[in-house]
């Protein structure tokens, strides 16, 4: 596939050059040949979600898993509390370790969030990249 880019006649001179705006589609085409098969591509597929939107999802939902999912100063605490040598003890911090991981936010319960309000994602990507993109003409002034 090729493609011929040029810039719009009378653009005015606050557009990025086009040697920038190839260069952006140049990075974000190769984005597509290593998305990672996840559980939100079909929202790229069907145009909810952009690419960079589809894998900041993927991302956010993998950081939430982690994040709500720790056992906490608590548990390690109790942990060094109880004797390891003691199966009564083991077997009660194996149960409440258990009950902490179970009752709390499931891989499936964020996803099934996530999958429900795509338009979030899309928000929070937004802010993302509105804090994290370099704008090359901003750039080039400093």
């Given at each position: 596939m090729s493609l011929y880019l040029n810039p719009l006649p009378n653009s005015n001179s606050n557009s990025a050059p086009i040697e920038h705006t190839i260069h952006q589609v140049i990075k974000?085409?190769?984005?597509?040949?290593?998305l990672p098969t996840t559980p939100l591509q079909s929202f790229f597929q069907t145009g909810r979600l952009s690419v960079q939107e589809a894998i900041y999802g993927h991302v956010g939902w993998l950081f939430a898993q982690h994040f709500l999912n720790r056992l906490g100063n608590e548990y390690v605490s109790l942990a060094s509390i109880l004797e390891k040598d003691n199966p009564v003890h083991v077997g009660v911090l194996?149960?409440?370790?258990?009950?902490?991981?179970?009752?709390?936010?499931t891989r499936e319960y964020l996803l099934d969030i996530i999958k429900m309000y795509p338009e979030l994602i899309h928000l929070l990507y937004i802010n993302f990249a509105?804090?994290?993109?370099?704008?090359?003409?901003?750039?080039?002034?400093e």
């Amino acid at each position: 596939m090729s493609l011929y880019l040029n810039p719009l006649p009378n653009s005015n001179s606050n557009s990025a050059p086009i040697e920038h705006t190839i260069h952006q589609v140049i990075k974000e085409a190769s984005l597509i040949y290593c998305l990672p098969t996840t559980p939100l591509q079909s929202f790229f597929q069907t145009g909810r979600l952009s690419v960079q939107e589809a894998i900041y999802g993927h991302v956010g939902w993998l950081f939430a898993q982690h994040f709500l999912n720790r056992l906490g100063n608590e548990y390690v605490s109790l942990a060094s509390i109880l004797e390891k040598d003691n199966p009564v003890h083991v077997g009660v911090l194996n149960k409440i370790k258990k009950k902490l991981r179970t009752d709390t936010f499931t891989r499936e319960y964020l996803l099934d969030i996530i999958k429900m309000y795509p338009e979030l994602i899309h928000l929070l990507y937004i802010n993302f990249a509105m804090t994290h993109y370099i704008n090359p003409l901003a750039a080039a002034l400093e």
